[in-house]
């Protein structure tokens, strides 16, 4: 049974940075995507960065791209996102989803244009003076 579960949020100045957890099970990590999503009050989920760790794809947002990175911990079971030069716009609850590599692409699950993904509950990222 797939899990996921997210830590690492709190509240940071603009500029600060962050490193967001996701503790996985269930699956090889080697034959998934997984990818950190956000969203915000009053709008829709987001893709911020998606990677496959069965082909070495990567998709990411470009209000992201150069500031986001994601990583891994193999004796921890655990992907990292790690968030540098926060702005406050980027203020959201933030999730991680896990979809099998074979069953999607990265720009699609970024894009949220596959519907069976694996969800985290979320972790508030808050980004204020």
């Known amino acids: 049974q797939v899990s996921l579960v997210e830590s690492g949020g709190g509240l940071v100045q603009p500029g600060a940075s962050l490193r967001l957890s996701c503790a996985f099970s269930?699956?090889?990590?080697?034959?998934?995507?997984i990818g950190w999503f956000r969203q915000a009050p009053g709008k829709a989920r987001e893709g911020v960065l998606c990677f496959s760790f069965a082909d070495g794809s990567l998709h990411s947002a470009d209000s992201v791209k150069g500031r986001f990175t994601l990583s891994r911990d193999n004796a921890k079971d655990t992907v990292y996102l790690q968030m540098n030069n926060l702005r406050p716009e980027e203020t959201a609850i933030y999730y991680c989803g896990a979809v099998a590599a074979r069953f999607t692409t990265v720009q699609d699950m970024c894009g949220l244009r596959y519907g069976y993904i694996y969800w985290g509950r979320g972790t508030q990222v808050t980004v204020s003076s």
């Open positions: 269930g699956f090889n990590l080697d034959d998934y995507t």
